[in-house]
């Protein structure tokens, strides 16, 4: 009788540590996929690279600037 | 000394690529990204001095873009919260998109988490910064940048249904029945 229901609690038990694994596993792999999916979104917008507006006035700001004020 | 400030601004130029990703990400909205972006290179280049050569001049400048929108800047600029579906829409526009999360979805995710927890995440999964950098650019301590990462991929995670070893959640692979029919 006692046995049986060792046996019985060490199955729940065996049952609840593979089920926390897998809940682990798989917020692991969760994870990873939001990175993945978020750095093809960031990838994407690099690629874009570097619109004219930002080589327009970087090359203003590059003469010496004694007209630091006029900007 | 010229010469140095030269570099820098050569590198600066390099740099803009990476920053206008951060910014998007971050405010979800290409025409208030681009401004921050330029305000950041301004700020950047009047602070110079500021700038200790050889160390991270990314970090530098997303410590001061993440500050920018941080400020009362964000708050006389537009509301966050309104993410740029048609920014998304041309990123999208490429092939080989179909296995992927829609960018607009992203965008808009990225939007309903605490800004606290967006930028970490962000520039951890993306940004190539480590979570000591990030601890600077925040100003707080290494482990509660963890933990805010932690925190925002589980919600990202939750948002975008994405659960289980397949690649898609139950959502998503009913929407893509939707619309392939």
Known sequence: MKKKTDIGQNNKLKKNVRRIRLGVHRNRHNRAKVDRHLRALYDE????GTPDRFARLLKQLERPQDE???? | MMTSVQTIQAEMLTAIPSLRAFAISLCGNVDFADDLVQETLCRALKHLHSFQPGT?????????LRNLFRSDYRKRR??????????????CAQPEQDDKIQFGEMLA???????????????????????QEVAKIC?????????????????LAEL????????FGPG???????VTN
Not at chain 2, 139 to 155: E, L, Q
Not at chain 2, 160 to 167: A, F, K, V, Y
């Open chain 2, 160 to 167: 975008l249904e994405i659960d289980g070893p397949e690649d």
């Open chain 2, 56 to 64: 991270n001049l990314n970090a530098w400048l997303f410590t001061i």
């Open chain 1, 45 to 48: 917008i690099v690629k874009e």
């Open chain 2, 78 to 91: 537009r509301e966050v919260g309104d993410a740029d579906g048609h920014y998304a829409e041309r990123l």
């Open chain 2, 139 to 155: 100003n707080c301590p290494v482990g509660t940048i963890k933990s805010r990462v932690n925190r925002a991929r589980m919600r």
């Open chain 2, 172 to 178: 998503h692979a009913l929407r893509a029945v939707h």
């Open chain 1, 68 to 71: 630091e004020e006029s900007t």
């Open chain 2, 109 to 131: 995710a990225l939007q309903r988490l605490q800004p606290d927890q967006r930028e970490a995440l962000i520039l951890i999964a993306t940004a190539g910064c480590s979570y």
